[in-house]
């Protein structure tokens, strides 16, 4: 657009004359007028149409680009218009448009916005409508003297719509305050450049001193390019964060409107002015007042507002929840509703492998999404974290579970920040009024519970059962799992790798298990999600490390030489001081680095790359291998493998299990393996549960194997047991059994 435009302007300063120019009038001006509708279209796409105030801007772009091409074809023909023609419709649908598109871009933020902001807004609008009361008047004056008729409305609706137009884009600039980002000022630069061509060339026509030909002529275009520039770059909000504007001082709306105003009035006791003006103006000074009568009251009301709004969304927050919802209930006690209790699954993930930036950046993005699915009668919350509540009037279970599916299909749709893609799912738990629970404390209780048990059976949405009570169980999951940390109720079993050249055992996998004093032992199904959740892997990360570390010392000294692998969450890998504490617990253990295996799943390694490279670099650095588990179950990518330090992979058992009945998993797994090789990569292969994938594996070349064919994860002095029952020459395997 910018290349074009300094094309155009060229070659009207080039012209010599003012007869219409097929190339400068018709060519350059046609496309600078179409490309600026080609860059709305192509943002709007990106966006899937889903953000009105820029439908309504493109819309606008095009309405206007529409009339001007309609004009200026019929001026190269030589075809004579009449007055209105059809271009004057494109012209003047422009000004509705484009307001419209302004009333969006406010009412999305006016539940945020303070009082004081908006009087802000409306002491600008208004002056600025004052100043160009004044200054339309040459225009106004004669044209409203002419009899009335269709013409005569058309010329009067012009000059209106450029004051409308000044007044609605300076209004919300001053309602914007300090968070105007620097998006708007392209915005405004295209709005003041559209209206200022329009005035100009109204005056000029009204003095019979325009001409063809001028830099005049390309203020619509310049002015259209703007507005296309603004609309792109909010298309892109999702993927670039917003560069603030410089800041306006708080007081400079209120003070520069009452010195417009003033300045009006004075004018008008020198010369005769518009009557709209001096309304205008009067009205100035009186919304300036309103502060000052009002201040306290407007003080305490945003003190409330701001009480009950949450700081990063916007959206009402607990504080909110808890006064609107038991007056709602009260308003209509025979009346249905719901109440939605929504979790973000994965988020804290987020937050650990991407820091809080982006997993704020996420929450601001999915409030947006679910507020676009809810009507104006629903009440949405942020109760904290990746908590939200909703609150459905007039809702029965039907509806709920509709409202709850098309608020977890908003969230599907790949989400771009910080130039990461990321993929958000939810849970939702929901309670329904009366039926199961008369008051908010009761609904919530019983939504938190339908929510985690949607989250344990991935069901995605749950309504509340009378049998549902894993709200209660997980609550006392949580407070033993805290003792059992503290009490030393963790312990690991061990799987042995099995050389598959030799026969021979080189390492172990340790996995943890929970001797819970009531339960028996637990499992890491049972246990480890919840871990994750409540911030308590970094603790069972080190025990782990402890005793995994404290056995293979142990093993040393009774002569073997076997390595141990420790499975790594993402949350663990995001602790920068990991390697340096793992390289402390192995040199005081008096074990050589490599001893260790770190098995990472290909989730971390494809989510931050860059943040990968450089904790699997630090821990290379001392000496640690590193192995990617369940490998081919996420989202492979050879261009990882060929990047990041890696050791070895381990093929997952989804893809061993069915070889014996299945060619094309044969040939797949052969294929991994030749490419594991390829790069210099040992590959293990997990769940071997028979003596056919045994052999079949040990016949494609696969280094090393464990399954239950050879053994099952056993305590550290059962697989001593079984290691010394192994004959020397352990090339021919046998499965071992325990109880």
Known sequence: MAVLLLVFFAAIMLRTDAEFSPLVDGW???LAMVLPVFVSVRALHRTRFRQRELVFAAAAVTSWAAGNIYFVLAAGFNVPLPYPSLADIGFLAFCPLMMAALVVLVGRKAREMAWPVALDGALGSVAAAAVLAVLLNPILGPVADRPASLATAVAVAYPLCDLL???????????QGRSAGARWILLVLGLMTFAATDVTYALLELTDLYVVGTPLDMGWAIGLAFIAWWIDGSARSDRTRAVPALAIPAQAVPALATATALGVLILASEVEIPPLAVALASLTLVLAAVPLVFRQRIRLADMHRQAMTDELTGLPNRRALYAEVPARLAADQHRHSALLLLDLDKFKEVNDSLGHDVGDGLLRVVAGRLSEQLGEADLLTRLGGDEFAIHLAGCDVGKAESVAAKLRAALIEPFTLAGITLQASASIGIALYPEQGQDLTLLLRKADMAMYRAKSTRGGHHVYRDGDSHGDERLRTLAELRTALHEDQLLLHYQPKIDLSTGTVRGVEALVRWDHPVRGLLYPDAFLALVEEAGLMPAMTQIVFEKALDQAAIWQ?????????????????????????????????????????????????????????????????????????????????????????????????????????????????????????????????????????????AGYGCDAAQGFFMSRPVPAAELDAWLAKREPDATLIQPVAFP
């Open 28 to 30: 350059l001006g046609l």
């Open 557 to 697: 000294e009774q002569g073997r030489t076997l390595s141990v692998a420790v499975n790594l969450s993402a949350s663990s890998l995001v602790d920068a001081e990991l390697p340096d504490r793992i390289g402390d617990m192995v040199t005081v253990r008096g074990l050589v680095p490599s001893v260790l295996v770190l098995e990472i799943t290909e989730d971390f390694l494809m989510a931050d790359r860059d943040r990968a490279h450089a904790i699997l670099t630090r821990l290379r650095a001392i000496g640690v291998r590193i192995a990617v588990d369940d490998f081919g179950t996420g989202y492979s990518s050879l261009a990882y493998l060929r990047d990041l330090p890696i050791d070895e992979l381990k093929l997952d058992k989804s893809f061993v299990m069915p070889m014996a009945d299945d060619p094309r998993a044969t040939a797949l797994v052969a294929s991994t393996i030749d490419l594991a090789h390829s790069l210099g990569l040992r590959m293990v292969a997990e769940g071997v549960e028979n003596s056919a994938a045994y052999a079949d594996l």
């Open 165 to 175: 137009l000044v007044a609605a884009f300076v209004g919300v600039g001053a309602s």
